[in-house]
Nanobody, 126 residues
């Protein structure tokens, strides 16, 4: 059974940083494209970033604007999202997801990913 568990969320000040982690279990990340999504209350879930199995292709949402880095350690079955220069608009629940596409130009849609974590809350406020 594929499972994902996010960690690393919390409260950050504007301009601060957080590092999210996602631990996969029940499967190996070696051949799986992974993504980070987020959802704020009253909004649709949106792609933050995705990365192909070997890390060769990544995609970032338009709002990232160079502030976030996605990485993976297949040997540890881990996915990461380093978020710098956080803004209040980044406040949301962040989800790790597996199994969808990651096109360099368009990323992937939430309904294309078949396994999801429970989410970790990120709050950016002074």
């Amino acid at each position: 059974q594929w499972q994902l568990a996010e960690s690393g969320g919390g409260l950050a000040q504007p301009g601060g940083s957080l590092r999210l982690s996602c631990e996969a279990s029940g499967f190996t990340l070696d051949y799986v494209t992974m993504g980070w999504f987020r959802q704020a209350p009253g909004t649709e879930r949106e792609l933050v970033s995705c990365i192909t199995s070997n890390g060769g292709t990544t995609h970032f949402g338009w709002f990232v604007q160079g502030r976030f880095t996605i990485s993976r350690d297949n040997a540890k079955n881990m996915l990461y999202l380093q978020m710098n220069n956080l803004r209040p608009a980044d406040t949301a629940t962040y989800y790790c997801a597996a199994g969808g596409p990651c096109w360099s130009s368009t990323g992937g849609q939430p309904n294309e990913y078949h396994t999801w974590g429970q989410g970790t809350q990120v709050n950016v406020s002074s």
